[in-house]
């Protein structure tokens, strides 16, 4: 079954907010805010979570026209942002004018049919209402926000997962998604080429040769795995212009579409920093992942003191993805590369596992017993039985438990850890859902008790 999480993607013209009402969404400061114009000048993505409903959220560059090589031209900027997003937040400042950049994106948002929310920021400054001023501009569905004072906040998103499509079972292509994902020039295109065996990808020495997400489709032992090859994200402050602004956007829609995603690194240059978060994204988006380690043939030192030495490191840096197999290749030679394939269906396999009830529930009694959850006083969590979801795109299991916010988050590593050298799903990011369950009432002191009636 597939799952996909919505793409939320705030436009606008330079200053008027969009920053601050990312941080005020996601309740940290990840963008940066400032008087200047132009602050903003990479496209930032966040997971979040609102009323039971996920979405990615990405705070884009403010659009102005370029007045040199590092400014996007608007129609670049907002149509890649309307091509890729699935709902799109436009803000304006109140009490400003109208201008014409504001109705060309109004009108590019209006002719892309895709759900807009405009959104009239800054009311804390406000004279007057301003709604029946940017009607104006032709969008129905109309807001006001100020993160200074958190007002509109929630109506917003309110407004938001009411527009967000509901989340409907689709049967999938019996073809397996694997999606290459990773910084430019690091061989996502040489690797690409090396699993189909086709020349498909435009491969240059150049980083971000790759522009847009490229697919083929490769058979291996009677199953049909989709490749999906994407333009590389750069590190904070080194996303470039034009198209490749969203390139963000596009490595995101490709996880989305995939089932399993090779995180592929260069063995000349380990960017820890960057490749933690695109696994991050990979674990927090559900799917499988392989850490593949290219250019394997033109590292100096390819002993087996050197591989380990690396293997070593990459387990410590991605500590948060223990059950992510680790593969060395090189795209020239073809070493490994055959075996990318083998591990993508042994993924594949763990995710579509079931496990009996029965078994599940002996495992949970075993482990709680073994290692009982801590907590407050008369506070203790106790775990009482558990199923497995059958339509998620990944292993989910729901726990009904009690206290269930007082379970440390060590904790669930610990039952993940416990149920997976039980049952396997190695490769695969596994979930637990944990539902309060309600003591039941005691029935002695619950049981009703006839008085006498007095005259």
Known sequence: MLKKIPVVAIIGKTNVGKSSLFNAIIRQKRAIVAKEEGTTRDS????????????????????????????????????????????????????????????????????????????INKIDQANKNDQSYFKQLGLKNITETSTVQKRGVNDLLNQTIKLIPQISNVKQN?????????????????????????????????????????????????????????????????????????????????????????????????????????????????????????????????????????????K????????????????????????????????????????????????LHEATSNHPPAGLKNKTPKLNYMIQENEMNLPSFQIFSTQTKYIHWSYKRYLEKSLRKTFGFDGTAIKFWFIEKKPQPDRKLSKKINYPIIK
């Open 174 to 314: 019996k073809s397996i998604k694997l999606a290459l994902i990773g910084r430019p020039n690091v061989g996502k295109s040489s690797l690409f080429n090396a699993i189909s065996k086709k020349q498909q990808a435009l491969i240059a020495d150049q980083a971000g040769t790759t522009r847009d997400i490229n697919k083929t489709e490769v058979k291996f032992y009677n199953e049909y795995i989709e490749l999906i090859d994407t333009a590389g994200i750069r590190r904070n402050g080194r996303i470039q212009v034009g198209i490749e602004k969203f390139s963000v956007l596009r490595s995101v829609s490709a996880i989305e579409q995939a089932d399993i995603c090779l995180l592929v690194l260069d063995a000349n240059e380990l960017n820890v920093q960057l490749d933690q978060k695109l696994a991050g994204m990979i674990k927090d988006a559900g799917k499988g992942l392989i850490i593949t380690i290219t250019k394997w043939d033109t590292l100096i030192d390819k002993t087996a003191f050197s591989r380990d030495q690396i293997f070593s490191q990459l």
């Open 44 to 119: 930032i993505i966040e997971l979040t979570e609102y009323n039971k409903h996920n979405f990615w959220l990405v705070d884009t560059a403010g659009v102005k026209d370029p007045i040199d090589e590092f400014e996007l031209t608007i129609q670049e900027q907002i149509k890649e942002a309307i091509d890729y997003a699935d709902i799109i937040w436009f803000l304006v400042e109140t009490n400003t004018v109208i201008t014409d950049d504001d109705r060309k994106i109004a009108k590019l948002a209006f002719k892309s049919h895709k759900p807009t929310i405009l959104i």
């Open 316 to 363: 410590f840096n991605f500590d948060f993805v223990p059950w992510a197999p680790v593969i060395f290749v090189s795209s020239l030679t073809g070493q490994n590369v055959t075996k990318i394939l083998d591990l993508s269906l042994e993924i594949y396999n763990n995710q579509q596992k079931k496990i009996p009830t029965s078994k599940l529930n002996k495992w």
